[in-house]
């Protein structure tokens, strides 16, 4: 009987531990705060998209003047460079007035810009060196300008937008008396004085 009893104290027992674990409290989880959702502002949308685009319009005028000023600043330095190169003399050799083989080239060259100038007019001046009296170098100067126009006219350009003039040994390129001075100074000179304004580039 005693046996049956323990057993019974047992049973009861464990079947207290058993109800008093099932019986334990779950933890609380604390639930997540829901996103706040902002509501939607279509003045705010628009101002952000108009800002956008007065950013991109902004950049867009930068990019094309900066592109404008550098096709400016080649076109200038190109026309600078055709007028230097217009201005380049001829010369001759001692008391010749006829173009040497080894100047033509730099007369052909001043054509193209005749061509593109219309109006265009200039002066060719002649010069000589030193030697000579003031009477032969001012009709030898003379005698070169005139043949530079000849050279001129037969290649197409009218003689009416070339005028010629001499000034001897008046002005002379390097004021030396050697043969290298002489050299410089026996030479044609290249003026525009009408029509130029602005200057326009050949195959423009």
């Known amino acids: 009987m005693r046996v049956r009893s323990r057993s019974l104290v047992l049973a009861v027992v464990a079947l207290a531990a058993v109800t008093a674990s099932a019986c334990k409290k779950k933890p609380v989880v604390a639930p997540q705060p829901a996103p706040v959702v902002k509501p939607f502002n279509q003045d705010s949308a628009d101002a952000a998209e108009r800002a956008r685009k007065a950013a991109a319009d902004a950049a867009a005028r930068a990019a094309a003047e900066k592109a404008a000023a550098e096709r400016a600043a080649r076109d200038a330095a190109a026309i600078a460079a055709a007028k230097s190169a217009f201005g380049v003399p001829v010369y ?113």
């Open 92 to 204: 001759f050799d001692y008391d010749k007035s006829d173009i040497r083989d080894d100047q033509k080239m730099t007369l052909d060259a001043k054509i193209p810009a005749f061509q593109a100038n219309a109006d265009m007019r200039i002066r060719v001046a002649g010069h000589t060196d030193n030697r000579g009296s003031d009477e032969y170098n001012l009709a030898l100067g003379q005698r070169r300008a005139a043949e530079v126009k000849r050279y001129l006219i037969a290649r197409g350009i009218d003689g009416g937008r070339i005028d010629v003039v001499s000034f001897g040994e008046e002005r002379p390129a390097v004021s030396a008396d050697n043969d290298d001075a002489w050299a410089k100074n026996r030479r044609d000179e290249f003026e525009i004085i009408a029509g130029a304004n602005p200057f326009k580039l050949p195959n423009k």
